[in-house]
DNA sequence: CTTATCGCCTGAAGGC
DNA sequence: TGCCTTCAGGCGATAA
């Protein structure tokens, strides 16, 4: 499920493959992957004669940018991109397709349809949602620890919950919030509130531990993840937590237990993260 | 203001 | 075989 590394590694290998590249047509099948504008033809044609400039990331959002417009693309659960020649056959997940003047083709795949597009005038993606509310990029931003230590600790909420929360920190989903807190060896329920400014940066620290590694290692290929040239990730056998259920912890071999947390699997060592006392702030 | 829950989607897997 | 339930989970909308 595309998280920062995931959408990160699809950034670098479609960009070699569409940057040059002009938009003679666009087919949308499935209409409400167009969040902005409202109207799937105006979306079309603002899209037709552009050229595709520059691939950027921000959190899990991609951008596409072009002359006169920027795309803002979120993949979701399992949101994919591929390039194919114009003649090759449509697969029943195609739910959007640019067609190039090379005769090339960007595919947008999406089994669930979760994913999302909004289409920007330049320079006015920034300032509008939903990229607004985005917070600190873990992999690209210097980050005001002073600040994020604040959040947290102004929260009641699950420290799991408040690292999914993209408006803090942003990039991490559900498989590297649970490695992220495995090597920080804090507890998925603890609160934020209780926790110190030693915990707080060691999270900070592990977390973009976790994203480098995992960039590195072209993402996580759990479920269905592939990049853009359709290859696969390697960082599912780095995983010390998330998927381990039952397997020997790495430092202190417990088994590795799974418990559901606002719906979510959540895999943790209960030995290694212990559960705190919410009165306390170690 | 904050936090919790629901709904969107489809396919795989498991129970009976 | 086949039907039903559960799970996968990001995040916007809505409720509390």
């Not at 666009?26 to 899209?47: C, E, G, R, S």
């Not at 300032?127 to 947290?152: H, M, N, S």
Request: one cysteine or more; a neutral charge.
């Amino acid at each position: 499920m595309p998280e920062l590394p995931e959408v990160e590694t699809v950034r670098r290998t479609l960009a070699h493959l569409v940057i040059g590249e002009t938009i003679t047509m666009v087919d949308v099948f499935f209409a409400k992957i167009i969040k902005k504008p409202n109207d799937v033809d105006q979306f079309k044609q603002a899209l037709v004669g552009q050229t595709i400039r520059a691939l950027k990331r921000k959190g899990k959002f991609l951008m596409i940018e072009l002359d006169d417009y920027d795309l803002i693309s979120h993949l979701r659960m399992e949101g994919k991109y591929t390039v194919e020649e114009a003649r090759m056959p449509v697969d029943k997940h195609t739910h959007i397709i640019f067609g190039f003047k090379s005769g090339k083709t960007l595919r947008y795949h999406d089994v669930r349809k979760f994913g999302t597009m909004h289409l920007f005038g330049k320079g006015e993606a920034a300032d509008a949602l939903p990229l607004r509310q985005v917070g600190y990029d873990l992999y690209l931003d210097q980050i005001d620890e002073d600040w994020v230590f604040e959040k947290i600790t102004a929260s009641t909420r699950a420290i799991k919950n408040i690292l999914l929360d993209q408006t803090i920190v942003a990039g991490l989903g559900n498989i590297y919030v649970d490695e992220t807190l495995f090597k920080s060896k804090i507890h998925p329920l603890t609160k934020g509130l209780t926790l110190s400014k030693v915990e707080v940066l060691r999270i900070l620290d592990m977390a973009k531990l976790t994203i480098d590694e995992a960039v590195k290692q072209g993402g996580t290929s759990i479920r269905s993840y592939v990049d853009a040239k359709g290859d696969m990730g390697m960082f599912q056998q780095t995983l010390h937590a998330y998927g381990q259920t039952g397997e020997p912890c790495s430092v202190c071999e417990h088994p590795i237990e799974k418990m559901k947390l606002s719906g979510r699997g959540t895999h943790f060592c209960p030995v290694c993260q212990k559960e705190k006392n919410d009165s306390v702030r170690s």
